[in-house]
């Protein structure tokens, strides 16, 4: 079975610095698709940006980016640039299955906290 | 918008209580999930659904049931609860083709086992 693991439980910054949370996952198969999302204090779990294992380009959205190396089976989250706002939990998913018949394997997170 | 409510949003039971936590979806997703967040743990999953009528087994099964009677609603069952199912539960919906693995989650409920 598939397995994502993230081995930091909490990492705090001072704002406007740059962040990486760490997470690797185990898979048999030979594309796949990672995930981050956040959760934030009210409880809000959102999408932020996604990996497809065949691009070799690193995924980057607004002040997110991943650290994709395929080799290590490792995939982590960059935020440039923290803002309070981005306290907040992480985690990292993978998708299971295939075609419509998928579900997503989470981490267990990382609490990230931005001080001022 | 994508919307995905789900009711009760706190809850508290009594052990060997009947619970039924409840998720409708207004995104037309074939997709729907159930998950419990607990500290250490993440978000694990219990049952999912590809569809009215589908149900599947997910990680953690044991000691709950699931039901899709249609494409919008999807609920999660607890016949006898137990204290151990003390958690958070939030429910998901995700679509298909270009937006594969995109859930989009609810607000999540509380429950409480005595």
């Known amino acids: 079975a598939q397995k994502v693991t993230q081995t930091q439980t909490s990492i705090s910054v001072v704002e406007k610095t740059t962040v990486t949370m760490d997470c690797v996952y185990e898979?048999?198969?030979?594309?796949?698709?990672l995930f981050w999302y956040k959760q934030t204090a009210s409880g809000e779990i959102v999408f932020l940006i996604r990996?497809?294992?065949?691009?070799?380009e690193n995924a980057t959205v607004g002040h997110y980016s991943l650290n994709f190396q395929k080799p290590k089976s490792s995939i982590g989250l960059i935020i440039t640039a923290t803002q309070i706002e981005d306290s907040a939990v992480y985690f990292c998913?993978?998708?299971?299955?295939?075609?419509?018949?998928?579900?997503?394997?989470f981490g267990s997170g990382t609490q990230l906290t931005v001080m001022p | 918008e994508a919307a995905v409510t789900q009711s009760p949003r706190n809850k508290v039971a009594v052990t060997g209580g009947k619970v039924t936590l409840s998720c409708n979806q207004t995104?037309?997703?074939?997709?729907m999930y159930w998950y419990r967040q607990d500290t250490g743990h993440g978000l694990r999953l219990i049952h999912y659904?590809?569809?009215?009528?589908?149900?599947e087994k997910g990680d953690i099964p044991d000691g709950y049931k699931a039901s899709r009677p249609s494409q919008e609603n999807f609920s999660l069952i607890l016949e006898l609860a137990t204290p151990s199912q003390t958690s958070v539960y939030f429910c998901?919906?995700?679509?298909?083709?270009?937006?594969?693995?995109?859930?989009?989650f609810g607000e999540g409920s509380k429950l409480t086992v005595l």
């Open positions: 995104n037309n997703h074939n997709n």
């Open positions: 990996q497809d294992s065949y691009k070799k």
């Open positions: 898979t048999r198969d030979s594309s796949y698709f």
């Open positions: 659904s590809y569809g009215a009528g589908s149900t």
């Open positions: 998901a919906s995700g679509g298909l083709g270009g937006r594969t693995g995109q859930l989009y």
């Open positions: 998913a993978m998708r299971e299955g295939v075609s419509g018949s998928w579900q997503l394997i």
